[in-house]
């Protein structure tokens, strides 16, 4: 046997609001964290930083060596300068070169080079002490001539950023970091495990003339945040408050409505009557539609839970006649049938053979009447035809049909309904009765009218004509199941069967009934 898991375990809907909207709220933060893009943000600020820089001392370069009218504007082909421009660094995409290998020894420089390098080192320097940058600058074959480190007179060349500047083109690159700085509090040192490197050549006219290599660690997340540390938090928790906010608001428009309709439910589950509360104007029109359905639901089962009670009165009242007269027929036969006269033995005989058949009646008429029940629309029928057949069916009867259309309905449906509404009108109006079944289209719906020029119905009789087992014909063999099956066949159907009230059909008739069917 499977045990159900206990509800407890079930995780509650404002639960699952609250996570949904905390997700929600963390997807834009992982986003960032996944793509990298704050820390792109600082490599390209960084590298923007150096091509500024760079722009500057190839400028200060052009002046010492006296290149007079050239710039790096008209110095470099339109490709080089859209690269020297653009900030294109990015840490999804552009992988992070090992750590450059040492310098090694090259050729001696230029003299006019050398000495030009000489004249700009103090610009370097000072530079230097300001931004933190390493900057070097290296003659058309890859050698320091001037740097703000100890590398001066080594040999650069093979480096790729080196390379691609000696063929003209500016390079950008991202190299590991041969040690993390120490951070300093409110200063500018970088502690990340990366630098950004940027070569952009000096020419003069096709000729590099000189190359400046510039280096700089750009600024982590953690550096840039942490001065923001108070700030982020206040935001942090603003959003926690609005996202506790929403789930609140969330569950008193939907949590708090359901809660009432789910116990409410238990309460008819368990067997009791309970009445839905009703539900605020501030709930979700779900939360309302679900109220409005189970409130229905309830009233639909507590009225066929009223029908079924009534019926099993009703049933043990009818069936108890009967079975009185046999049993006690049978006793008397038993005790005193071989005293008995033929003639009183044919009498008690008879009466248990009129209960029986009344039984058989009454247990047949039930049968019809739970099929009725359980009955559902379906089908197309034309009427006419169907009341003409119901007419040649009942010759006792003088009936007459005008008019046709048609209904959704089960042609048989349709045929039980006239047969039941005509036998009761020859129960009670009699043989040679006139009978008009008329049959109109509305709007949506198809109409018979059933009208007998027999003596009615008492108002007293008419309020309950269709309760079933109600009869004035009981001594005839009445059941009073026939309008009752020809209700529910109708309702059934999606349509509806009353009694039409006093002078809705021409002329003085008796008993008018009106059948309304969904057209199809």
């Known amino acids: ?67 007079v009218g050239e710039s790096l504007a008209n110095g470099l082909t339109p490709r080089a300068l859209e690269t020297a421009r653009r900030r294109g660094l990015d840490l999804a995409h552009d992988p992070v070169l090992p750590l450059a290998p040492d310098p090694r020894p090259g050729p001696a420089a230029v003299p006019e080079v050398a000495l030009a390098a000489a004249r700009l080192l103090p610009v370097l320097q000072d530079t230097q002490a300001v931004t933190l940058a390493a900057l070097r600058l290296l003659d058309a074959q890859g050698v320091v001539v001037a740097s703000t480190g100890t ?46 490197h940027l070569a952009v050549p000096v020419l003069d006219g096709e000729r590099v003339d000189t190359i400046v290599l510039l280096s700089r660690t750009p600024a982590t997340v953690t550096q840039t945040v942490a001065g923001k540390v108070p700030e982020i938090a206040a935001v942090g928790l603003l959003l926690l408050l609005l996202v506790a906010g929403l789930a609140a608001l969330a569950s008193r428009l939907i949590t708090r409505p359901l809660d009432a309709v789910v116990r409410a439910a238990r309460q008819v589950a368990g067997g009791g009557t309970a009445r839905l509360p009703p539900v605020p104007r501030s709930a979700v029109r779900e939360a309302a539609e679900l109220s409005d359905a ?68 009454l247990v047949r008429g039930l049968l019809d009447l739970a099929r009725a029940d359980m009955a559902s629309g379906g089908g197309r029928a034309m009427l006419r035809p169907l009341a003409e057949a119901a007419a040649r069916r009942a010759p006792a009867l003088r009936i007459s049909v005008q008019g046709e259309a048609e209904a959704a309905v089960a042609p048989e449906a349709v045929a039980t309904v006239l047969d039941s509404l005509l036998g009761n009108t020859l129960a009670h109006a009699g043989p040679d009765s006139t009978v008009i079944i008329r049959i109109e289209r509305e709007v949506g719906q198809a109409v018979m009218l059933i009208a007998d020029d027999g003596p009615g119905l008492s108002p007293a009789n008419a309020a309950r004509a269709f309760d079933p087992f109600f009869t004035t014909a009981r001594e005839r063999g009445g059941t009073g199941l026939g309008l009752a099956i020809a209700r529910s066949l ?3 159907a999606g349509g509806t069967l009353n009694l039409a009230p006093p002078g809705s059909f021409d002329g003085q008739w008796g008993a008018v009934f009106r059948v309304v069917l969904p057209a199809p």
Do not use: C
């Open 151 to 196: 590398d001066t007179g080594l040999s650069l060349a093979g480096l790729e950023e080196v390379e691609a500047a000696r063929g003209r083109n500016p390079s950008a690159v991202l190299r590991r970091r041969e040690k993390i700085a120490t951070d300093v509090p409110n200063g500018i040192s970088r502690t990340a495990g990366l630098r950004v």
């Open 1 to 67: 046997m499977r045990l159900r898991a206990p509800s407890l375990r079930r995780p509650r809907l404002r639960t699952l609001l609250l996570l949904s909207n905390v997700v929600v709220l963390a997807l834009p933060l992982t986003g960032f964290w996944a793509l990298r893009l704050y820390e792109s943000a600082l490599v390209r600020q960084t590298e923007a930083e150096l091509r500024a820089q760079a722009a500057v001392l190839a400028g200060t370069w052009r002046a010492a060596r006296g290149f």
């Open 294 to 361: 189970i409130s229905r639901m309830t009233t639909t089962l507590e009225g066929r839970a009223t029908y079924v009670r009534g019926l099993a009165a009703h049933v043990s009242h009818e069936f108890k006649t009967p079975l009185a007269a046999m049993r006690g027929a049978a006793e008397l036969l038993a005790e005193h049938g071989e005293s008995m006269s033929a003639s009183e033995r044919a009498r008690f005989a008879a009466t248990i053979e009129d209960g029986v058949a009344r039984m058989d009646r």
């Open 490 to 492: 109708v309702v059934g």
